[in-house]
C-alpha cells in the first residue's frame, strides 16, 4: 500500500496503526509523529496567514473569509510530485477548506494523475463532526490501509481512555461555564466535538452547547454520544460576558502555544472587559496548543480529553505529561 495523507489527523491516525513506512508522502502542516516526517512534503500554503508572517488575528481572519467567498483554494498541491509517487491511496478531508487543501482541489488533482498513471489512486475523504466521527475515521482509514484489526484495538484502547477520564467527573455537583475561543479576534467559540468534550468533563458550553439529537430525551448516561454541537461560531465580547465563564480555554485553530499568548494578549488581555470575567479574577484561563489538539480531529483528542477532564476537575493526575498547556 502507498499511502499520501494531506491532512495532520490522518497521517496520526496512520502512524497510530503502525504504517508510517507505507506513508510516501504528506502535507507541510503533516508534523506529527516525528516517525513521518521522511514522508514528502507535497503542498504549501499560497499565502502565509499567521502571526510570524506580521498579521494579527483580525487580518488573518479577513484574509481567510476573503479567499473562502473567492472560491479560491489557500494551498498548492505539487501534482508532479504526487504523480511520481504512484500512491495507491490518497487521503484528504472535506470539513473545512481553510485548515486544509480542499477536497476538489485533490479531487482535480487526482484526475490529472491517473492521466499520467493510467489509473486513478482511490481518495479518501474525512469529515468528522463529531468525536464519535474521530473513532470511526479509525476504523476508516485502517479498512482503507488493510489495517482493520489494527484500528479496531486501538479504538477500544482510546474509548478506555477515555471512560477513565470521565470517571474523575463528580456527577453530584454542577461543573464549571466555560469559554472555549478558538480564534481571538473575532472572538470564535469552539464547535463540533468540543462542546462533546467539555461536557463529558462536567462542564457546560453556553456560547455553543452540545444539545440532543432528536428522539434521544437528555441524552445523557450511556447516550452522551448523542449529544452533538454545530460548527464553530462567533461570538461578540457582550455574549462572552453575558455567559459569565468560570473557565477559560483559548486554543485558537492553527497556531503554535507561543502565538496563542501573543494573540491572548494582544486581542482578549487589552480589553477593559477582560478583567471582570469570572474565570479571569479567579485565575481559571489556560492556553492551548490549538495547532496540535483540541483543533486536530485525530487520536490526540483523548490526550486533550484527559487534559481537560483533569483541568477542570483538579485532577492533574490524569493529564498526560508533556501537554501543551500554559495557565493565562
Not at 504549501?44 to 481567510?64: C, H, L, N, Y
Not at 509517487?85 to 486544509?100: A, F, G, M, R
Not at 468560570?246 to 472587559?273: F, V
Amino acid at each position: 500500500m502507498r499511502i499520501v495523507s494531506l491532512i495532520p489527523s490522518a497521517t496520526e491516525i496512520v502512524a497510530l496503526l503502525g504504517a508510517e513506512a507505507d506513508l510516501l508522502g504528506r502535507s507541510h502542516e503533516c508534523d506529527f509523529p516525528p516517525s513521518a516526517a521522511h514522508a514528502t512534503v507535497l503542498t504549501k500554503a499560497r499565502t502565509e496567514f499567521a502571526p510570524a508572517a506580521g498579521q494579527d488575528s483580525a487580518a488573518i481572519d479577513t484574509a481567510g473569509r476573503a479567499s473562502l467567498e473567492a472560491g479560491d483554494s489557500r494551498y498548492d498541491l505539487d501534482v508532479d510530485a504526487l504523480a511520481a509517487l504512484e500512491p495507491d491511496l490518497v487521503i484528504t478531508q472535506s470539513l473545512c477548506s481553510v485548515c486544509s487543501i480542499d477536497v476538489e482541489s485533490v479531487a482535480a488533482a487526482l484526475d490529472r494523475v491517473a492521466q499520467r498513471l493510467g489509473r486513478r489512486p482511490d481518495m479518501l475523504a474525512l469529515n468528522p463532526l463529531t468525536l464519535e466521527d474521530v473513532l470511526d475515521d479509525i476504523l476508516r482509514v485502517g479498512t482503507a490501509i488493510n489495517r482493520h484489526d489494527h484500528a479496531e484495538r486501538a479504538v477500544v484502547q482510546l474509548r478506555e481512555r477515555l471512560y477513565h477520564a470521565q470517571e474523575h467527573v463528580n456527577a453530584y455537583t454542577e461543573g464549571p461555564r466555560v469559554a472555549f475561543i478558538e480564534w481571538t479576534n473575532p472572538i470564535f467559540v469552539g464547535g463540533h466535538w468540543t462542546p462533546q468534550l467539555i461536557d463529558r468533563a462536567g462542564a457546560t458550553h453556553p456560547l455553543n452547547p452540545a444539545t440532543p439529537r432528536d428522539n434521544t430525551g437528555t441524552a445523557t448516561g450511556m447516550q452522551q454520544t448523542q449529544r452533538v454541537a454545530g460548527p464553530s461560531i462567533t461570538a461578540t465580547p457582550g455574549q462572552l460576558i453575558a455567559s459569565a465563564p468560570e473557565a477559560i480555554i483559548i486554543s485558537p485553530c492553527g497556531l503554535t502555544l507561543a502565538q496563542t499568548r501573543d494573540a491572548a494578549q494582544a486581542d482578549l488581555a487589552t480589553q477593559p472587559w477582560w478583567q471582570d470575567l469570572p474565570a479571569v479574577r479567579a485565575g481559571r484561563v489556560a492556553l492551548v496548543d490549538g495547532n496540535q489538539m483540541f483543533n486536530r480531529p485525530g487520536p490526540r483528542l483523548i490526550d486533550a480529553a484527559e487534559w481537560l477532564t483533569g483541568w477542570l476537575n483538579d485532577r492533574p493526575n490524569i493529564m498526560p505529561a508533556g501537554f501543551p498547556w500554559e495557565p493565562f
